[in-house]
């Protein structure tokens, strides 16, 4: 408590020591008021993450990374229609340390499940042996590899994909939408 009185004694003192009190003080700054003009802009259209070739292949590429992210979250495909699926790993890290896949699950399959399942299987690129939960997977791949996977797009429905290396469902992850 004695030394906020000898610190405010001293503030006073300083305050009142000056010649010029308008010096001190600091300029009033007007404002003009603002308005606010906003316009409501249309939303722009999402662009197509699918490109479809000469023979009506759907072809989607997904790049992932060392920070584990897929750079497409949803692609749109037609039902019965052919995928090419390709995933770029952009990363440096090694398929050991940060090995990434897409695996693209059936109708009804609960991620996190699949992915506690999924961890149990190193040995088979962290795709249970045997499963009948998935429509496609892409091999498991490190920094600076691709793979590629071509599949029908099942009945009409929408499908979650994931990563299956251990811990990276739940940051990577997305959704296939077949019309």
Do not use: W
Not at 36 to 41: A, D, N, W
Not at 73 to 97: A, E, M
Not at 154 to 164: Q, W
Request: hydrophobic content about 40%; some cysteine.
């Amino acid at each position: 408590m004695k030394h906020v009185i000898i610190i405010l004694f001293g503030i006073l003192f300083l305050i009142s020591c000056g010649k010029d009190d308008k010096a001190k003080l600091p300029k009033k700054v007007v404002k003009e008021p603002v308005v606010s003009t906003s316009v409501k802009k249309n939303k722009p259209k999402e662009k197509s993450v699918v490109e479809i070739d000469a023979e009506g292949v759907a072809n989607v590429t997904i790049t992932s990374n060392d920070g584990m992210r897929f750079d497409i979250r949803k692609f749109k495909v037609s039902v019965g229609q052919k995928v090419r699926l390709t995933l770029n790993h952009t990363g440096k890290l090694d398929k050991k340390i940060m090995g990434h896949n897409v695996v693209i699950l059936k109708k009804g399959i609960k991620a996190s499940s699949f992915a506690v399942a999924a961890a149990a299987a190193k040995d088979n690129d962290y795709i249970p042996a045997g499963t009948s939960d998935v429509i496609a997977h892409t091999k498991m791949i490190g920094g600076g590899e691709s793979s590629v996977i071509e599949f029908t797009a099942p009945e009409k429905g929408t499908y979650n994909y994931i990563c299956s290396f251990p811990g990276h469902f739940a940051m990577m992850k997305g959704k296939l939408i077949v019309e």
